[in-house]
């Protein structure tokens, strides 16, 4: 049984707006008490329905890749309801509808962001749930029998939510790998049979791409019988995990890296985050705070409170990094980094260093929009210049802009790097964060940071 995926969209397009509605008319009733609506409210209503299918389909909402996995389905669900949130006040203000309860439309985007949410989660569950019991599901065969058909095999067994049921691996030599005694064995002459005899929808090619003779014989075949061909290309000789293919018209382009933060929205989610969150610091704690450091400092020695120094920020461009100062001053601050036991470093100063207090400046510059609250540690220019020489990905950091804090400090790559090994795993984490942002990631990586401060970091000297 198959074909029922392309209505997925429609299912969960349909919870969504019941939930929405649902949300709206439930919320009234509690600010109101009463299930009847004025005029302004159904029209209210009405631009709910609206931008919410707007936003929904510009945003591919319903794609597969977007509803398979749980932290996708959190992330879209925020930035839609964000969009939404921001479309919906432009309306209002431009209609100079003042005369709305804020309550309720707060209320309505809490219930419906929660009720659509616990609905997308049991979409999937039934997804999975429906699949499983042997409905909606293409069958499909493999030619090859290397290392890209293990990978695409294991996959297929690992992932439910596509409904893919596996029933052949067809080469020219023996299999690489072993599996379930149910998927048949056997050679390139015997694929034709058993793809028409088992009403086969799908062939994935896993061979080089150098077999272009024998290529044209599957597709050939393929086209004749209503199948599907699909080609697993080999990149794993490339350094990189992901691979995304576009078209220019007829010409295919790949890229070989995806940086959620060159979507517009994406930054522009990450620019609020960054302005909420620094603006809310330096109200709430730096305010007060500085002027208690500040006078420990002068007391502890000589010199400026904050320590100024040029950092290589984001396309690479210098900026000022603001951090307290928690050296005395000396000649080596540009070139040299601290080291356990640093005779440079003062006692105040090591304390905020091992609170990591001496970074809140750098929200200032976060405010300023040289940095960020999370990305990777600016480094000093010198350190960027000798890195940059020695380790091939080194550049790709500065991609994006710098952070307070980062990937590669919560997973143990912070302060000293005492060997190339050590930047070498802060470069790798760092471009592991780039290829992976989310805003979720960002608030978990500074939940992770709030809890090693508590907890103490023994590379925090």
């Known amino acids: ?91 209002l203000f431009s209609l100079k509808a003042s005369t709305f309860s804020r309550e309720h439309l707060y209320a309505t985007y809490a219930f419906s962001f929660g009720a659509v949410l616990l609905w997308r989660i049991l979409a999937l569950r039934l997804i999975y749930f429906f699949r499983k019991s042997g409905f909606n599901y293409k069958r499909v065969v493999l030619i090859g029998g290397g290392n890209v058909a293990k990978q695409l ?24 790998f072993e599996v379930k005694e149910n998927i048949k064995q056997g050679h390139f002459d015997d694929l034709e049979e058993f793809a028409i005899k088992n009403d086969i929808d799908e062939i994935y090619y896993t061979l080089p791409l150098t077999y272009t003779s024998k290529i044209k014989e599957f597709i050939s075949f393929a086209d004749k ?48 985050f960054d302005i909420v969150f620094s603006f809310l610091v330096i109200v709430l704690l730096l305010s007060w705070l500085y002027p208690l450091i500040a006078l420990l400092i002068k007391l502890s020695s000589k010199g400026p409170v904050l320590f100024k120094q040029v950092r290589s920020g984001l396309n690479n461009e210098e900026f000022m990094c603001f951090k307290f100062r928690s050296m005395a001053q000396n000649k080596d601050a540009d070139n040299l980094q601290a080291t356990l036991g640093d005779a440079r470093i003062t006692k105040i100063g090591s304390f905020l260093r091992k609170s990591s207090m001496d970074e809140l400046p750098q929200f200032i510059n976060v405010l300023m929009g040289d940095m960020s609250v999370v990305g990777p540690r600016p ?72 809890w090693n401060v508590i907890k103490g970091d023994e590379k925090a000297y």
């Open 1 to 91: 049984m198959k074909g029922y995926s392309r209505y997925f969209w429609a299912i969960h397009f349909a919870g969504d707006l019941i939930f929405i509605n649902v949300a709206f008319i439930i919320t009234h009733y509690i600010k109101f008490e009463t299930f009847l609506f004025s005029d302004k409210y159904k029209f209210l209503l009405l631009i709910f329905n609206f931008l919410w299918t707007l936003t929904a389909f510009l945003l591919k909402l319903y794609d597969i890749k977007s509803i398979r996995r749980l932290d996708r389905v959190l992330f879209n669900l925020f930035k839609a309801a964000l969009i939404n949130g921001v479309a919906l006040s432009g309306i």
């Open 153 to 176: 095999y294991n996959y297929i067994y690992k992932e439910g939510v596509f409904g893919i049921r596996l029933l052949g691996i067809f080469t020219d030599n023996n299999l690489s």
């Open 379 to 450: 480094h000093m220019l010198k350190h960027t210049e000798e890195y940059s020489a020695l380790i091939g990905k080194y550049m790709v950091r500065q991609l994006v802009k710098p952070g307070i804090t980062g990937a590669a400090q919560v997973k143990g790559y912070r302060g000293e790097t005492k060997e190339l090994k050590d930047m070498e795993g802060r470069v790798r984490a760092d471009v592991w964060y780039i290829e992976n942002w989310s805003l979720a990631l960002d608030i978990n990586l500074v939940a992770l940071t709030v």
């Open 225 to 272: 019988n209503m199948i599907r061909f699909k080609i697993i290309p080999d990149f794993r000789s490339f350094p990189f995990k992901r691979v995304n293919i576009d078209f220019f018209e007829d010409v295919p382009v790949i890229t070989f890296r995806q940086e959620p933060l060159t979507d517009i929205v994406n930054q522009m989610l990450k620019r609020a």
